[in-house]
């Protein structure tokens, strides 16, 4: 088992390329704390947009929401999904739609 657990975490490790600058995370959470509104966009494609969710609620895009406007409820917080299905329209839709 131990080593079932140690392969799993090297192929995690394979599988991770960059983990990024957490800047503009930490930024948006400074802003809902501080109660500011913020916008939570997701761009993608018909698994984004919910298309096998049994609802648009259970859709991780809105469950994501649902964490953020749960963790900060002092801010307004703006859901955006700019998942649509079998296009590459996403990305204008969330410039379009975001506040």
Same mark, same amino acid.
């Given at each position: 088992m131990e080593q079932d657990v140690m392969d &799993?975490?090297? &192929?995690?490790? @394979?599988? #991770? #390329?960059?983990?990024?600058?957490?800047?503009? &995370? !930490? @930024?948006?959470? @400074?802003?809902? !704390?501080?109660?500011?509104a #913020?916008?939570?966009?997701? #761009?993608?494609?018909?698994?984004?947009?919910g298309s096998l969710a049994s609802s648009s609620e259970t859709c991780y895009a809105y469950l994501v929401y649902l964490w953020w406007k749960n963790r900060f409820p002092m801010s307004e917080v703006v859901f955006i999904n700019a998942g649509v299905g079998a296009t590459i329209m996403a990305g204008y839709i969330m410039i379009y739609l975001s506040p």
């Open positions: &799993m975490r090297k &192929m995690y490790n @394979r599988g #991770i #390329i960059h983990k990024g600058n957490p800047y503009r &995370m !930490l @930024r948006v959470m @400074r802003k809902a !704390l501080s109660g500011e #913020i916008s939570v966009g997701f #761009i993608g494609g018909s698994i984004t947009q």
